[in-house]
């Protein structure tokens, strides 16, 4: 199992700026992707950004061009750089990893709040 600890959420106004952090623990050599996603009240978990294999990135379409996944190895920390925000971009942001047999771990999740 990963065990995974999100930070770096917060309020934010509109056109501003944060970075969502994940730290991963455990059996982190089993990962094969990572990624973030987004909820809201009401709707499906969707996904915002992925990383598979360490070089294939995915973007929803609503973020692209405005946020960028990152990771670093060497600390087993992913990072979502989320610019130009929207208040529909208001949401709890969880990060999760993909290991072998359909596994997936989820982080507790962070709430992102951007106003108006």
């Known amino acids: 199992q990963v065990q995974l600890v999100e930070s770096g959420g917060g309020l934010v106004q509109a056109g501003g700026s944060l970075r969502l952090s994940c730290a991963a623990s455990g059996n982190t050599n089993s990962i094969r992707a990572m990624g973030w996603y987004r909820q809201v009240p009401g709707k499906q978990r969707e996904l915002v950004a992925r990383?598979?294999?360490?070089?294939?990135?995915n973007y929803a379409d609503s973020v692209r061009g405005r946020f960028t996944i990152t990771s670093d190895n060497a600390k087993n920390t992913m990072y979502l750089q989320m610019n130009s925000l929207k208040p529909e971009d208001t949401a709890v942001y969880y990060c999760?990893?993909?290991?072998?047999?359909?596994?997936?771990?989820w982080g507790q999740g962070t709430q992102v709040t951007v106003s108006s």
């Open positions: 999760a990893v993909d290991r072998p047999f359909g596994l997936r771990d």
């Open positions: 990383i598979t294999g360490g070089t294939s990135i």
